[in-house]
């Protein structure tokens, strides 16, 4: 927790001036990986909800990795668009709209959800609110670093330290889930304070990896786990 706080008001200080950002749609706010290898994966590509830092690190990392390994990437940067508050149902609409989007435009039927932090806690109570279309689509909801409350905002506050007091409970809608589409890592500093327990294993994959929030910083065994967990590529 002590390592989030440092990295946090470092982003905090460049950020105290900063406007709301209105904008109703992510567009601008995309990061599209397309796989590099000669025969990219054609069943499944990633959508990849960022930390309340933004695209970087973990999830720049992440992504990088899983592109390389031949699966398609979309990331969606937390910090800039809830810099203005939005609503689970806006956010779901959002989420409808860029998955119906890259499923067209890489021709790729299911999608692996994959939240960092601030990512991951919000999709519990996103769940619900997205269309039955796109939950279809949906392969495996990996929630990285998943905490016991979400907020649909990023704040100033945030990177100081100063709590969230509009913050809602995530494990009421734990349940919403489904178990076996879901995966929860948690570093074992965290343990005490982890939403991942609340799942029930199995049919919920729940891994308590050494480190903290970030890990220990070996984004490259992590993204093995989440990988190992989709469904095989075809033959």
Not at 36 to 42: D, E, G, H, L
Not at 52 to 67: A, H, S
Not at 170 to 199: H, I, K, R, S, W
Request: hydrophobic share 40%; net charge positive.
């Amino acid at each position: 927790m002590i390592e989030r706080r440092l990295l946090l008001a470092g982003l905090g200080a460049g950020l105290l001036a900063r406007p709301a950002l209105a904008q109703r749609d992510t567009s601008q706010w995309l990061v599209e990986l397309p796989a590099t290898k000669k025969t990219p994966r054609p069943d499944v590509f990633g959508l990849i909800l960022s930390g309340d830092g933004g695209w970087r690190d973990i999830d720049r990392t992440l992504g990088r990795n899983f592109r390389n390994r031949g699966m398609s990437v979309v990331g969606f940067d937390c910090l800039n668009w809830f810099w203005t508050r939005r609503t689970p149902e806006a956010v779901a609409a959002e989420l409808d709209r860029v998955i119906a989007l890259y499923a067209r435009k890489w021709n790729i039927p299911k999608v692996a959800i994959i939240g960092y932090s601030f990512g991951a806690d919000i999709l519990p109570g996103t769940w619900p609110r997205l269309k039955q279309e796109t939950r279809d689509r949906v392969a495996l909801i990996s929630l990285l670093g998943f905490a016991k409350e979400a907020a649909f905002e990023i704040r100033v506050g945030d990177f100081l330290g100063m709590g969230r007091p509009t913050a809602v409970p995530t494990l009421p809608d734990v349940p919403g889930l489904p178990p076996e589409l879901v995966q929860c890592v948690y570093g074992t500093e965290e343990a005490a304070n982890t939403g991942c327990t609340a799942f029930a294993s199995p049919p919920a994959e729940v891994i308590g990896i050494k480190g903290g929030h970030h890990f220990d910083g070996d984004y490259r065994a992590l993204a093995d786990r989440i990988y190992a967990r989709l469904p095989p590529p075809p033959a």
